[in-house]
């Protein structure tokens, strides 16, 4: 994906000020991928993409209890990359503009990207798993079984 520098492109519009801080997050891992640069990164994930490893910090690995019961996963994560006053947008470059939150751009007030992910494994700390479209080294808000997966059983991965 081609990315916004700090030219705005025709039709985009930007915040004039900052916006005030107020959730504290705090990040609870780091995303591995292949993905080395945002042109490398697929727009949206594949869980029949490459695996990706997900690194929990390890003082966090008890709240990981039973994750492995879940074929898919919602994972959160801060697109640190991103600029974040952006209005409107044209992310494909033809001249069509949309407002931000009508978009998945990752160009947004608070750059939370979210994807459905299929569990491959779980050793320790560190998940694997398919269909990221992040940059390798973005920082892990969250990990949620996936609502839709929530009621079905896995079958057992191999304990790391
Ligand atoms: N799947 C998420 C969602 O829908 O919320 C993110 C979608 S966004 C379109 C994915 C794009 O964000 C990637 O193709 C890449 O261009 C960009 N991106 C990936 N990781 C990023 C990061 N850490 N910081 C900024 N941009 C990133």
Not at 22 to 42: E, M, Q, W, Y
Not at 88 to 109: C, E, I, M
Not at 144 to 155: F, I, M, N, S
Request: contains cysteine.
């Amino acid at each position: 994906m081609t990315h916004h520098g700090d030219a705005l492109r025709s039709g985009e519009t930007a915040l004039k000020a900052q916006l005030p801080e107020n959730a504290g997050l705090s990040f609870v891992g780091v995303i591995h991928t292949p993905f080395k640069t945002r042109d490398d990164c697929p727009r949206q994930g594949d869980m029949e993409g490459p695996d990706c490893t997900i690194e929990l910090d390890p003082r966090l690995e008890p709240a990981l209890e039973g994750i492995e019961r879940f074929e898919t996963l919602e994972i959160l994560y801060w697109l640190h990359k991103a600029r974040r006053d952006l209005l409107t947008q044209s992310p494909r470059s033809d001249g069509a503009v949309r407002g931000t939150f009508a978009l998945r751009s990752p160009l947004r007030p608070n750059p939370i990207g979210t994807s459905r992910v299929r569990l491959v494994a779980r050793t320790g700390n560190v998940l694997t798993v398919r269909g990221l479209d992040c940059l390798d080294g973005t920082p892990l808000l969250d990990i949620k079984p996936d609502r839709c997966g929530y009621t079905v059983q896995a079958p057992p991965k191999p304990a790391g």
